[in-house]
């Protein structure tokens, strides 16, 4: 393919300025490639970004993703980034009532501590001593997994060598994890803990054949080989600002306001088409990076489109006067927000969510998770909202998959975040609208996005977090060596569709810019 007169030619031309395209970016750039970036919106990071969504509120909130586990330390170091995590101090809270009273499950704060709160909550300490065996066999997955992420794809057999535990690649990789949870666990409060990791972002029942819901799982448990889930200090922003920063330093050109719209290539060259406000453009590359959707490359390249993708989640970002109070007071609200707090995820209660939403109704009892970020990290907060006590809480739903947004989005969303709010109140002493802030203009600090505002804000096929069903992290026909590879010999999938993609983990672009410097 011959460049149109007066066309730049970079060595590569990157579709999407989300983390995973600056990932990439300032790689390339670091290894002295020419780089142009094209974001469509008028700033960068995706759905990795910190915004103040509340109208003369100083609060910086991690509007969409908003934990970090999957992010390689070899990425931050490597690329030499300015950003730092924080772990946190409890793992997690999940409220119950036994007997009539108020009570829950504290996992953290200590060894001792957790088995004191798992044997005040089941009469023993049997389901502690599963838990550690679980988890021992999870961290040990973890290890020996996380480090192949930023390699080329191992077969599945080598996989399973790298594993070195047969029981644990027949729980994990072969069986549904509901398997594993029921041989393993016998309290449904415990069980629904553990499942829930295998529920984010993802419409599964625990014995879904097709184990996309054991795919979820072993994201969520191999971050970090460790499966610890952290705070990003400064918020989600501080990672993308940072990449964003890395790559401009190291010769990276940021085009934000231009919208690719046509990749044509003959797989040695090829020119991408843009919009922007003054019209449209033209820049050649010999490789073309696309962070974004598998759906959004077969409308650029003009290839088949894949199978459509479904996103289930309610993401909610609150604002808070003070964390409310607890039913169950032998907790302080400090720890119990500080982990993922649970709420109606007990394990028959997640079945129940899951044939409710896909019979088409929303569930009756909305399963979801809350988190405090301010409580590790209160850079956040503007210094008078922290000195006056206020905190964030980002709650994630479960099981409410976008069809059941399609006859009203508005409507819908309204019923569900009532209905959500109303289990969390359930276990609280006070009522959270008495907690909540309000904006400039007397507003409660509260914002609810679906599945299709997701869509239709960020271009989330389906408002699907993944953009489509997690993949193994093996290679498997068509795959590629480094799971980044299309048909077009020099156009590249770096977004979280990739094999190994998903989550805020930078291993998509890591991994398509190996491509790209290893091609050379």
Sequence with gaps: MTAHEGTRTYDAVIVGGGHNGLVAAAYLARAGRSVLVLERLDHTGGAAVSTRPFPGVDARLSRYSYLVSLLPRKIVRELELDFRVRTRTVSSYTPAERDGRPTGLLVGGGEQRTREAFARLTGSENEYRAWQRFYGMTGRVAERVFPTLTGPLPTREELRRTVDDEEAWRALFEEPIGVAVEENFTDDLVR?????????????????????????????????????WDVPVGGMGALTDALAAAARDAGAVIATGHEAVRIETDGRTAEVTHRTAGGEGVAAARHVLVNASPRELAALTGDTPPAPAEGAQLKVNMLLTRLPRLRDSSVDPREAFAGTFHIAEGYGQLAAAHAQAAAGELPAAPPSEIYCHSLTDPTILGPELAARGYQTLTLFGLHTPARLFARDNDAVREELLTATLAQFDAHLAEPLADCLATDADGRPCLEAKSPLDLERDLGLPGGNIFHRALSWPHAQEGTGRWGVETRHANVLLCGAGAVRGGGVSGVPGHNAAMAVLEAR
């Design 192 to 228: 629904g803990v553990v499942l829930t990791d295998a529920l984010i972002g993802t419409f599964a029942d625990a014995h879904d054949p097709a184990l996309e819901q054991n795919r979820c799982f072993l994201y969520h448990v191999i971050g970090g080989g460790t499966g610890d």
